[in-house]
């Protein structure tokens, strides 16, 4: 398992019983979380100190209960970026802190090419990554479906001082934008997909990853460079295991780039009991 353990804003402090305890900065929350399925001693203090809870509706979606005074919003540290917290419906906060694996991994690849690098970043979400890929020095299209999220990954980027990099935001279909870009003859060094599970594009499109991903992994490949570098695939579908991601990424790119490709569950250490919490599979496919 590879493990997000370079954090120091944002730390899991234990989990039991369906939720996390986390520390966002100097906030504490609590989240559900459906694979925490063990009843361990909840041995810190912390878990009667939260500023908030979030509650799961039996009908869908869900709501915060605020024990003290919560913020709107605020803003957490991950090495020299910086990124906008903000609790959300359906227990989010603007960041998977467990993600910092992948941009990590992209951008030791960014500052070790010979040449520069141009990355697309579908389903970008608040540009976490995107963000990340500036700093290293690539030039990226972050496309996501939401007005929203893009919004608030230009925030983010604003923050951390990367605003003036090469850099789109795109709100579009990630699918239709593909499309567009393999007929305008634009292409990639890298790429990054965390689609969703299930999903919307803004004019009404419907995604079902286990439906949709091996052919929109085709479409990718047809907007990679002639030398490209890599593509990291995501996921939070716990019936997509990290084997059968590795084998989609192998069939598509390997017969026309080579390369390797490897798999794996991503974690957050968990300080009070020392385990690692997984949080997600990765597939990667590298040149």
């Given amino acids: 398992m590879r493990i997000a353990e370079h954090w120091t804003d944002y730390e899991l402090i234990d989990c039991s019983c369906g939720e996390r305890l986390e520390r966002w900065g100097d906030i504490l929350l609590i989240r559900p979380d459906p694979q925490v399925i063990w009843n361990t001693e909840r041995r810190d203090p912390r878990w009667r100190s939260a500023h908030a809870r979030y509650h799961r509706s039996s009908s869908g979606g869900g709501r915060w209960q605020r024990y003290k005074e919560l913020p709107e919003l ?14 959300m419906g359906f227990k989010h906060t603007g960041i998977f802190p467990e993600q910092a694996v992948n941009w990590d991994f992209a951008c030791d690849i960014i500052r070790d090419s010979d040449r520069p690098m141009s990355v697309l970043n579908l389903f970008g979400y608040t540009g976490c990554a995107t963000v990340s890929l500036l700093a290293a020095g690539a030039s990226v299209c972050h496309v996501d479906a939401s007005k929203g999220m893009v919004a608030w990954a230009k925030e983010n980027a604003l923050m951390s001082g990367v605003a003036d990099r090469p850099v789109r935001w795109i709100v579009d ?19 990054i997909l965390d689609p969703p599970s299930y999903g919307r594009g803004p004019s009404g499109e419907i995604w079902k990853l286990e439906e ?13 460079s002639a030398s490209p570098r890599f593509v ?24 026309r780039f ?19 919490l997984p949080c997600g599979s990765t597939a990667v496919w590298q040149r």
Avoid: H
């Avoid at 279909?173 to 790429?191: A, L, M, P």
């Avoid at 949709?212 to 990679?224: D, G, K, P, R, T």
């Avoid at 997509?240 to 790119?253: D, E, F, H, K, T």
């Fill in 74 to 87: 605020w803003d957490i540290r991950y090495r020299s970026l910086q990124f906008r917290v903000k609790p």
């Fill in 173 to 191: 279909d990630c699918q239709k934008f593909v499309t567009r870009e393999i007929r305008r003859g634009r292409r990639y060094d890298g790429i």
């Fill in 232 to 255: 990291i695939l995501n996921s939070y579908t716990t019936g997509l295991s990290p084997a059968v991601m590795q084998y989609i990424l192998a069939s598509v790119l390997i017969p």
């Fill in 258 to 276: 080579g390369g390797t490709v490897s798999s794996s569950e991503i974690g957050l250490p968990v300080t009070d009991s020392g385990m690692i």
């Fill in 212 to 224: 949709q991903l091996y052919s929109f992994v085709e479409l990718c490949a047809n907007v990679l």
